[in-house]
């Protein structure tokens, strides 16, 4: 890695990073521990050391590595979000043969209505109409062992087990039909958290459920998924982006050289995914001072300011929660040439225009390769590269 090409969103990482050294002294109570904060701060470290691990590869120009671990990463970040910030969850139900469902959920609803404050304390916030023969159920959280209400995905985190949803448990020595039994309840549960844990399933039902996204972020955010995944599972893609449609012979020398994009790329992928751990982290924290379990959250000012300096640097690139940069307004401007009247697209206010209004990108690379050049048309006017403009200021060594 060249570092002097990336000197500013290094400088901004690095700092970043320093914050997450704070987090298992940051939070503040008086007389009650929680151990669900010690919980939820050594998950965020353990993902923040392998982003750790990814910043590192960087200095040999690993790309296929540096790009596999922050997917990684970046799948657990909903996951742990959830578990700090999502107390809603829900249960489809489906009705026995021959029974009428629409009646089921007329009782239902009646005994909800007439019993509503009780049902509420018993974590039952809604009764959804029946869609396709199910009744959903939305809960607010689970009680843990004194009675207090947690986030499902805080459970569901800590009891999955990826090897026996996918494997089943190992054959015992000795037969027992009771034992048995157990198992196979043991295996159905697993089998019933795999839909929990798929992005596109139950990670997603869940977010849009809690309000942690809306359905256009969630669509932002998939494009990201989609493009770290290339680098997990066998693409041709990932091998053309290395060796830039240029088959070489499998030199190692061919396969770790230095690309600027695919560096800067993963610096605002380090960089944006420990902003939304923090960010996440510093929500969960303020409910818990709301709800008295703490009184205080030391740093807190630090944790702003360091996701403020990153985001301000890298403004230019649209990740999930922000603004688009002007880059983004200008082209989808440009994009309207040739499709609308010419004296209409004079009018448009490009700067004014908002995220629901452009359309988002598909493929990050080569976003950031068209962004990172300044462009002029004589309808809709300029744009000027802040990348360019960052590599021009760069002292000539």
Sequence with gaps: MKQDEHKVIIEKILLLFAQFGKLPRTIQNKDVTYSEHGEYISWINHQITTLKDAYSLLSTNSYKSVFSLIRVVFEAYWVIDLSMNGPKFYLNYSPKEGHDIQKIYQVWV????????????????????????????????????EGKIIQNYYFLFKEYDHEIAHLGLEEDYYESEELGKINEELI????????????????????????????????????????????????????????????????????????????????????????????????????????????????????????????????????????PHYYYKWKYASKLLGKQDIEEIKKLKISDMTASEIEYYKNPIKTLKNLSTSWNNEIIGKYESPIEAELKSKPSS
């Design 188 to 323: 159905k549960k697993h089998k019933g958290f795999k839909w929990y844990f798929k992005f596109n399933g139950g990670i997603k039902d869940n977010l849009l459920l809690n309000k942690l996204i809306n359905e256009e972020e969630f669509e932002r955010a998939r494009v990201h998924y989609s493009f770290l995944s290339m680098w997990t599972h066998p693409s041709m893609n990932s091998i053309r982006l290395i060796e830039k449609n240029i088959y070489g012979r499998g030199e190692f020398e061919d396969i770790k050289k230095y690309d600027f994009f695919l560096t800067r790329l993963a610096l605002l992928y380090i960089g944006n995914t420990m902003c939304l751990y923090l960010n996440s982290f510093l929500k969960f924290a303020r409910r818990q001072i709301f709800e008295s379990k703490i009184t205080s959250i030391k740093d807190e000012k630090d944790f702003i300011n360091s996701v403020k300096a990153y985001l301000e640097n890298t403004n230019y690139f649209w990740f999930i929660y922000n603004e």
């Design 110 to 145: 009646k005994d909800f209505e007439s019993n509503k404050e009780n049902k509420i304390k018993q974590g039952i916030l809604e009764i959804k109409h029946p869609i396709k023969n199910k009744i959903m159920v939305v809960y607010e959280g689970r009680k843990n062992q």
